[in-house]
């Protein structure tokens, strides 16, 4: 998420914070994630050296309570802020925008789920309805029992739409991972880039590459892939699974670079 | 009672709201959980002025004279329209009306009742008991937990990754899809007049079925179901579970009745061994 608080911004809303009542650091790096629904988070280290300095400027105050600081906005500093109220109610409309960005990014990404589901499932059943129920369990491969797509290293389309619910599955719970994040640092998206560059690095070389050799991985999600492909009949190494260009790959999770254009289920989005 | 008219943008806090009743014509609803601070922001107000009201407790966002019985008669091309972004605790029940609105509720775990004419309306993580009623607007749902009623004429059905105690949906043409595991003593029923059904349980799920068509077909890929063909009725039904019965332990299974008119009903099985849920929530916890 872009930062939320551009130059002297923050300053300007601790001060706000301070205005409506005196508080504790602690209160007002907890009303601050409050308000951004948690997707800001700041960490006291950043909160307590900012107050510090609004103190030495002589714009806040503070008396001790119970051995904790309760910190208290001054004349001057609501002298300040009545200067700047142009600023801050811009800074309020580009917070109540930003819970506004939630709201419409759990909106797409409940629909896509749906939609993708409501999809699979209308497949599936078109797919039985079509070819009879299938035989009694352990008679058959795991899901599905179509025609494997043309063309496709993938000889089981039920193995393949499982691989794309896997990759849903990811980016959601990366989403919520991240809207419930306590403390993000500012190069998280880079750390997130390089273990997913490693990831598919690694699961290109272990799943799509020499089925033979995939070893469990080390996480029970990629052992999950693993095992979806290895179910699905990889193709040998060398097949044309084994080119995806890594830059295209970079931001997608990675089973996206897979066979969409095998005549799988999935629709390309 | 604190009152206000509002045709312009505005925001407000509030210190408590235990319950939130929303009604709207045209444009969006969120209403999104927090910590404790309730927030109301509305903007892009066109047509008719929102009324916001609270007190005891209670913040109503409606119009004025407008009910849910008087609703109908805002179908008219009306440009009356808002969007109204709310948060409130996660335990606030929620009522919810809107005519062609859209609505996102996400994250609530009290009831939670939702009316629509066509609006569509999604819901987010609700574990609460879930009412939805609506004309043409459809329903779609990732995440719920707990009760679920249904009604429609003919707007979808859709759940995603619910565990569900309680499913009652009836609709006349709206299609039902739902992936979701049964809670123990679950009772899920389905009833629609031509609307197709498709419900995906997990393998292994413990439940007395009951599926049945007057003029649909009927099919299902757990194995086991017996089936009967009537004139006028076409049946599957049986029991699912491991074979041990003791096995299932205590409590004793669920039940699944899907009856249509002329639908077609598919019973699909999802592989344990497909996306488990709880690797996936590992791996999403250890990054």
Redesign the interface.
């Known amino acids: 998420m872009s930062p939320v608080f551009r130059h002297g911004r923050l300053r300007l809303y601790l001060l706000k914070l301070l205005d409506e009542s005196p508080r504790h650091g602690y209160e007002v790096i907890r009303l601050l994630q409050d308000r951004f629904m948690g997707v800001y988070a700041p960490s006291p280290g950043t909160i307590y050296p900012r107050l510090a300095r609004l103190e030495e400027e002589g714009l806040v105050t503070h008396d001790e309570a119970g051995g904790r600081k309760v910190y208290r906005i001054t004349d001057k500093g609501r002298e300040e802020l009545r200067s700047r109220s142009d600023d801050l109610s811009e800074l309020e409309d580009e917070i109540t925008a930003s819970v506004r960005d939630i709201a419409r990014e759990v909106t797409q990404d409940v629909r896509e789920t749906v939609r993708n589901l409501r999809e699979e499932l209308t497949f599936a059943a078109r797919d039985i309805h079509r070819h009879g129920p299938p035989p009694p369990r352990g008679a058959r491969p795991p899901r599905g029992n179509s025609a494997p797509p043309g063309g496709s290293g993938w000889s089981d389309p039920g193995t393949y739409r499982d691989l794309e619910q896997l990759a849903r599955r990811f980016t959601r719970e990366l989403r919520a991972a991240a809207a419930q994040a306590q403390a993000v640092s500012e190069d998280a998206v880079g750390d997130l880039r390089t273990i997913l560059d490693d990831t598919l690095d690694r699961i290109k070389a272990e799943v799509f590459g020499k089925p033979d050799d995939a070893q469990t991985g080390s996480t029970q999600a990629d052992a999950a892939q693993a095992d979806a492909a290895r179910t699905g009949a990889a193709p040998p190494a060398g097949s044309r699974t084994d080119a995806p260009r890594p830059e295209a790959s970079r931001e997608k999770v990675p089973p996206e670079d897979g066979p969409g254009d095998g005549g799988g289920p999935g629709r390309p989005r | 009672m604190p009152r206000w008219t509002v045709d312009a943008p505005a925001?407000y806090d509030f210190d408590r709201v235990d319950t939130l009743r929303v009604r709207a014509i045209g444009g969006s609803v969120?209403v999104?959980s927090?910590?404790?601070?309730a927030?109301l922001?509305i903007?892009g107000v066109t047509g008719q002025p929102l009324v916001v009201s609270h007190s005891d407790g209670v913040l109503t966002v409606s119009y004025e004279d407008l009910s849910w019985d008087g609703l109908l008669g805002w179908l008219r091309p009306d440009k009356t329209s808002a969007?109204i972004?709310v948060?409130v605790p996660k335990d606030c029940p929620v009522q919810l009306g809107v005519v062609t609105a859209?609505a996102?509720v996400?994250g609530i775990s009290a009831d939670t009742s939702v009316k629509s004419v066509s609006g569509a309306i999604?819901?987010?993580g609700v574990t609460g008991a879930v009412d939805a009623r609506t004309v043409s607007g459809d329903i779609?749902?990732?995440g719920l937990g707990g009760t679920i009623g249904f009604n429609s004429v003919s707007g979808?059905l859709?759940l995603?990754?619910g565990s569900v105690g309680r499913l009652d949906a009836k609709t006349v043409s709206g299609?039902v899809?739902a992936?979701i595991e049964l809670d123990r003593d679950a009772a899920l029923r389905v009833a629609t007049v031509s609307g197709?059904v498709?419900i995906?349980l997990p393998?292994g799920t413990s439940a007395r079925v009951d599926l049945r068509s007057a003029t649909g077909?009927v099919?299902?890929?757990f194995?086991g179901l017996r089936h009967s063909q009537k004139p006028g009725t076409s049946t599957l039904s049986g029991d699912l579970g491991p074979d041990d019965r003791d096995a299932a332990g205590p409590g004793g299974p669920g039940v699944v009745r899907i009856s249509t008119m002329s639908g077609?009903v598919?019973l699909?099985?999802?592989?344990q061994?497909?996306?488990?849920r709880?690797?996936?929530?590992?791996?999403?916890?250890?990054?």
């Not at chain 2, 699909?268 to 592989?271: A, E, G, S």
């Open positions: 925001t969120a999104l927090t910590g404790d601070r927030c922001d903007a969007a972004t948060t859209s996102i996400s999604t819901l987010d779609e749902a990732q979808d859709t995603a990754d299609r899809t992936d197709p498709a995906r393998a077909r099919l299902s890929e194995p077609q598919t699909l099985q999802r592989d061994a497909g996306p488990p709880a690797a996936a929530g590992s791996a999403g916890s250890s990054r």
